[in-house]
């Protein structure tokens, strides 16, 4: 198994609404672990993939020179409404599919996402017109290992 990398202890601050703000403190979260991306506000890394006949055999940590890259942020609309947005760039040859669940603040319900394909060379981006407290990418695999 990999080594796993660990963020240091942080605390995370979303906006909700105009007036509301959502805090919470984190201790040891790894960015990446057991094939699985951990993503919060700000946050700015990659991973590397590892393929075997085209499959992903595993994920790896990659604070740069990666092979897909994620940058986390929140944005404040005009009208005051946070939104969540997740920027990917792929730099591998393969488009690359993953799953993705959510938390969000006040709600202890794991939540399901859709993640579009991310193709080869190609800069993609996500979002949502809600905070997210955690965005977890998982189950990474090719377009080509999909259709088998």
């Given at each position: 198994?990999?080594?796993?990398?660990?963020?240091?202890?942080?605390?995370?601050?979303?906006?909700?609404?105009?007036?509301?703000?959502?805090?919470e403190t984190f201790e040891k979260i790894p960015y990446v672990q057991?094939?699985?991306?951990?993503?919060?506000?700000?946050?700015?890394?990659?991973?590397?993939?590892?393929?075997?006949?085209?499959?992903?055999?595993?994920?790896?940590?990659?604070?740069?020179?990666?092979?897909?890259?994620?940058?986390?942020?929140?944005?404040?609309?005009?009208?005051?409404?946070?939104?969540?947005?997740?920027?990917?760039?792929?730099?591998?040859?393969?488009?690359?599919?993953?799953?993705?669940?959510?938390?969000?603040?006040?709600?202890?319900?794991?939540?399901?996402?859709?993640?579009?394909?991310?193709?080869?060379?190609?800069?993609?981006?996500?979002?949502?017109?809600?905070?997210?407290?955690?965005?977890?990418?998982?189950?990474?695999?090719?377009?080509?290992?999909?259709?088998?």
């Amino acid at each position: 198994m990999a080594d796993v990398t660990f963020r240091e202890p942080f605390s995370l601050k979303l906006h909700v609404d105009r007036e509301t703000s959502y805090e919470e403190t984190f201790e040891k979260i790894p960015y990446v672990q057991d094939g699985a991306v951990f993503l919060f506000k700000d946050d700015e890394f990659g991973i590397n993939i590892e393929l075997s006949d085209g499959a992903v055999v595993s994920v790896a940590y990659a604070p740069v020179l990666a092979d897909l890259t994620f940058r986390f942020s929140q944005r404040i609309s005009r009208r005051g409404g946070p939104a969540m947005v997740l920027e990917m760039e792929n730099h591998t040859d393969e488009t690359i599919l993953m799953d993705a669940m959510m938390t969000v603040p006040g709600d202890d319900e794991i939540l399901r996402a859709i993640i579009f394909p991310v193709s080869p060379g190609i800069d993609s981006q996500e979002s949502w017109n809600h905070p997210i407290v955690q965005l977890v990418l998982y189950r990474f695999r090719t377009l080509g290992s999909e259709q088998e």
